[in-house]
């Protein structure tokens, strides 16, 4: 089905170890989006790219690693996870930058122990 | 820097009642203004958007308009229903970087 996903949709794992989000879409969208939610804080840009290996920092990128080598995946790295990184996870893309509407997947809830 | 303050909830109502979710901003340049809607388990989606000053985004029944003069993108309902029970975000985006307020919560009963 066209679309955005992210896999996994939950995960749990452990202070220390490195986790990784992964985002599909079938747009083709050239702009795809990484963001965190939590209480209080809405949606926090993470990272974001333009293209195809180009990507650049949003808010609060500290901890966090992305790549893009293919147009329709953005796949999301916590090295070294932190109790303070739990948190739900949204990739999001669109057509251009952010004065475009953005379509959002249904998110990857994580809880780091 | 660029931010977006939104009314706090949770808010709850009865069907048929009328709806205002207040939001106002603080940019720097000339931001466009959206609202999304976020169901439970689900990711946000676009409920409606205004892109200059005066503009009017609506959607579903929603509206709001970007008034420059207060900076404010209030958004307003006039008979909300069950279905309409959601989280609500009000964001800016200037540039490659989108805000997001931190959310408002309404919950509206039969």
């Known amino acids: 089905d066209a679309g955005i996903t992210q896999s996994p949709r939950y995960k749990i794992t452990e202070t220390g170890r490195q986790v990784t989000l992964m985002c599909h879409q079938t747009w083709s969208h050239s702009y795809m989006f990484w963001y965190r939610q ?10 974001y790219s333009a293209a195809a290996d180009i990507t650049d920092k949003g808010e609060v990128p500290d901890g966090y690693v992305v ?3 293919k147009t329709e995946n953005f796949p999301l790295t916590l090295e070294s996870a932190t109790r303070s990184q739990t948190s739900v996870y949204f990739c999001a893309s669109s057509k251009g930058g952010s ?13 780091v122990l | 820097g660029d931010s977006v303050t939104q009314m706090e909830g949770p808010v709850t109502l009865s069907e048929e009642a009328f709806l205002t979710i207040n939001c106002t901003y603080t940019a720097t340049g000339y931001p466009s203004l959206f609202w999304y809607v976020q169901y439970p388990g689900e990711g946000l989606q676009l409920l409606l958007k205004a892109t200059k000053a005066d503009d009017k985004g609506s959607n579903k029944g929603f509206e709001a308009t970007y008034r420059k003069e207060t900076t404010s993108f209030h958004l307003e ?9 959601a989280v609500y975000f009000c964001a800016l985006s200037a540039g490659n970087d989108m805000r997001f307020g931190a959310g408002t919560r309404l919950t509206v009963k039969p």
């Open chain 1, 38 to 47: 939590d209480l209080g804080h809405g949606l926090r840009l993470i990272y």
């Open chain 1, 99 to 111: 004065y475009n509407e953005q379509f959002f997947g249904p998110g990857t809830r994580l809880t």
């Open chain 1, 67 to 69: 790549s893009r080598s």
């Open chain 2, 77 to 85: 309902k006039g008979s909300v229903q069950v279905s309409d029970s």
